[in-house]
């Protein structure tokens, strides 16, 4: 991205030249804008600069409705304009795609649309803004209850009601529990969600993975925690180090990891930590070096449950035949940190 003085200057000239170069957060009403918005030009100190539309909505801002980041400047087919619209009057709301299909919008084409020009899917879309929005406020120091009462979410019961499920917060259960203390991380291949007792982390995973509301609720199981926002030395040493890793300067992690897990679960997640960086290795070799040569798909199975992305690097984890196979945060985000590491390794 630009400097902010020259990002600052684009907004208040309303510079279309800088469209998707950039997109704008103003704070005092948790909305995002493109920077040639015809609205009236905010403080600077109510600012924030974003890169993408993505990461624009999990820091809680929502879509402005004069200048439409989402649509980027007329680029939006007109088939989509009402679905767009809809999403806005209740974006809470869970679309499947037979409910896609009954409102006449195709839903591979919409799919296509939203990794095309944003880079993630329309369910990814839905769940950006159903949990950043609360993820963003919290990182700013909000009661945990009053996220997501505001910034655009008229429709709030689902919302509501999904986020306390997530982060259950029941004083009575919470006396007994382990506290972890959760907030977003910032990477270059976008928002994490970080969770950490005082001694260790706990959970590490891309804010808008499908199975990110599952892991948290089993983690939850597993630890028998309790999730409140905040922040705490172990998750500014996680962010540090992911900031060194993507940077190219660290290549094992330092900060203490816990791994609740069956058996099995943690001898894969055992075997993962043991892949060398920039290095890969197939199911089936994991497999056979836990003498169950039979047994790659439940090695599979356990790799998806890790639940430090990243760290216990599942990324390394590919098919026998090379092919990348699956990845919880997105197959993009695995061939990403495979060719970091590669280039790095390379490079050394
Ligand atoms: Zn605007």
């Known amino acids: 991205m630009p400097s902010p003085r020259v990002m600052h200057q684009a907004v208040c000239e309303r510079d279309?030249?800088?469209?998707?170069?950039?997109?704008?957060?103003?704070?005092?009403?948790?909305?995002?804008?493109?920077?040639?918005?015809?609205?009236?030009?905010?403080?600077?100190?109510?600012?924030?600069?974003?890169?993408?539309?993505?990461?624009?909505?999990a820091h809680g801002f929502r879509p402005c409705r004069r200048c439409r980041p989402l649509e980027r400047c007329g680029e939006t087919p007109d088939w989509l304009r009402p679905l767009l619209a809809e999403v806005e009057?209740?974006?809470?709301?869970?679309?499947?795609?037979?409910?896609?299909?009954a409102a006449g919008f195709h839903p591979v084409r919409v799919r296509r649309w939203f990794q095309s020009q944003h880079g993630m899917t329309f369910h990814g879309y839905l769940r950006?803004?159903?949990?950043?929005?609360?993820?963003g406020k919290i990182g700013e120091g909000e009661p945990l209850l009053n996220a997501g009462f505001d910034a655009g979410?008229?429709?709030?019961?689902?919302?509501?009601?999904?986020?306390?499920?997530?982060?259950?917060?029941?004083?009575?259960?919470?006396?007994n529990q382990t506290a972890l203390v959760v907030r977003p991380l910032t990477t270059p291949l976008g928002m994490m969600v970080a969770a950490?007792?005082?001694?260790?982390?706990?959970?590490?995973?891309?804010?808008?993975?499908r199975a990110f509301e599952a892991q948290v609720k089993t983690l939850a199981r597993r630890a028998g925690a309790t999730y409140s926002p905040g922040d705490n030395a172990?998750?500014?040493q996680t962010e540090l180090e992911l900031e060194e890793y993507f940077a190219g300067t660290r290549l094992d992690f330092d900060v203490p990891?816990?791994?609740?897990?069956?058996?099995?679960?943690r001898s894969v997640w055992e075997q993962l930590l043991a892949i060398p960086y920039g290095e890969t290795c197939a199911y089936s070799d994991i497999a056979k070096t836990l003498k169950r040569p039979k047994a790659s798909r439940a090695v599979g199975t356990a790799n998806g449950r890790n639940r430090l992305t990243i760290l216990v690097p599942c990324h390394r984890v590919i098919r026998a035949d090379g092919s990348l196979s699956g990845y919880g945060?997105?197959?993009?985000?695995?061939?990403?940190?495979?060719?970091?590491?590669?280039?790095?390794r390379g490079a050394s």
Request: glycine letters at 8%; hydrophobic letters at 40%.
């Open 153 to 175: 979410y008229e429709s709030v019961s689902g919302f509501r009601e999904a986020f306390e499920k997530m982060f259950r917060l029941s004083p009575g259960r919470a006396r």
């Open 329 to 344: 945060g997105g197959l993009w985000r695995k061939q990403k940190l495979l060719d970091h590491e590669r280039e790095v």
């Open 234 to 236: 172990i998750l500014q």
């Open 128 to 135: 950006a803004r159903r949990l950043g929005a609360a993820l």
């Open 16 to 57: 279309k030249s800088f469209e998707g170069v950039f997109w704008l957060g103003v704070t005092s009403t948790r909305i995002f804008c493109r920077p040639g918005c015809p609205a009236r030009t905010p403080k600077p100190e109510n600012l924030r600069f974003f890169p993408s539309v993505a990461e624009s909505l």
């Open 196 to 209: 950490a007792t005082d001694t260790e982390l706990c959970f590490l995973e891309f804010h808008d993975r």
């Open 257 to 265: 990891m816990a791994m609740p897990g069956s058996d099995w679960e």
């Open 89 to 101: 009057k209740d974006p809470a709301r869970r679309w499947r795609d037979a409910e896609l299909q």
